[in-house]
Nanobody, 124 residues
Framework: VQLQASGGGLVQPGGSLRLSCSGP????????IGWFRRPPGKGREWISS????????YYADTVKGRFTISEDNAKNTVHLQMNNLKPEDTAVYYC??????????????????WGQGTQVTVSS
């Protein structure tokens, strides 16, 4: 089982990026998918999750209104659309999947499979 995160890059403040998380080897629509990030010199923080089974979405206050999580079941992919990016959004972004829980959690320990991370840099 492996997750693949992609879509990171360098963007100016106010710009947008779309991250993608795909899961070859299992069906994402059966699970809860989360996005986390690790800013430079800081700890990992949860930013968003989607329960693909019932389409419930969850956001951290720091990204609410700017980021949107969505799923493309046909492509077995979860996206994170990031708009109005700020320098403080600079981080390595990770997607993760919870295959064992029945309800949403923002705790990293609830997610048992992780992608390799993709760098997002917001700078002018």
């Amino acid at each position: 089982v492996q997750l693949q995160a992609s879509g990171g890059g360098l963007v100016q403040p106010g710009g947008s990026l779309r991250l993608s998380c795909s899961g070859p080897g299992f069906t994402l629509e059966d699970y809860i998918i989360g996005w986390f990030r690790r800013p430079p010199g800081k700890g990992r923080e949860w930013i968003s999750s989607v329960d693909v089974e019932d389409d419930s979405t969850y956001y951290a206050d720091t990204v609410k209104g700017r980021f949107t999580i969505s799923e493309d079941n046909a492509k077995n992919t979860v996206h994170l659309q990031m708009n109005n990016l700020k320098p403080e959004d600079t981080a390595v972004y990770y997607c993760a999947v919870d295959t064992t829980g029945s309800s949403f959690s923002s705790s990293a320990s609830a997610y048992n499979y992780w992608g390799q991370g993709t760098q997002v840099t917001v700078s002018s």
